[in-house]
């Protein structure tokens, strides 16, 4: 598999560690200093978006990907996701939304690991 291709398997695995409520599994894919803009611009750090997730403020239920683009420059790298995704947030109903993931990957120890990413809709 080529790197392209292990930074795409990183995003589906994110989605499916989303969708477990798997905080370690998701903490794995991420540096220690990620963070995660949403869609409303609030920035959180990874542990306060791990908080929301595991206490039922981000609820995932399905995610169905569109495309994911990648662009590598060195140890850097760069990921777009856009998915459809079935969530419910801050005590909303399911509802469905087609999010986009800007994502900025770098690599540590051989290993890619998510530094940021920012939510919108496509």
Same mark, same amino acid.
């Given at each position: /598999? ?5 930074? !795409?398997?990183?995003?589906?695995? @994110?989605?499916?560690?989303? /969708? ?5 599994? #998701? $903490?794995? &894919?991420? *540096?220690?200093? @990620? ?17 929301? #997730?595991?206490? +039922?403020?981000?609820? @995932? ?12 420059? +060195?140890?850097? %790298?760069?990921? *777009?996701?856009?998915? $459809?995704? &079935? %969530? %419910?947030? @801050?005590?909303? !109903?399911?509802?469905?939304? !087609? #999010?986009?993931?800007?994502? *900025? #990957? $770098? !690599? ?12 919108? *809709?496509?």
């Amino acid at each position: /598999m080529d790197e392209k291709e292990q930074i !795409r398997a990183m995003y589906r695995k @994110y989605w499916q560690c989303m /969708m477990a409520k798997d905080a370690k599994g #998701l $903490r794995d &894919l991420m *540096t220690e200093d @990620y963070v995660l803009e949403h869609m409303t611009g609030v920035i959180q750090p990874c542990e306060a978006f791990l908080r929301g #997730l595991l206490d +039922g403020t981000f609820n @995932y239920y399905a995610a169905d990907h569109d495309s994911i683009e990648v662009e590598i420059q +060195g140890d850097h %790298a760069r990921m *777009t996701g856009c998915s $459809r995704v &079935l %969530a %419910a947030v @801050y005590g909303g !109903r399911k509802n469905s939304w !087609r #999010l986009r993931g800007d994502f *900025t #990957l $770098r !690599r540590e120890n051989g290993t890619w690991k998510f530094t940021r990413s920012k939510a919108s *809709t496509y």
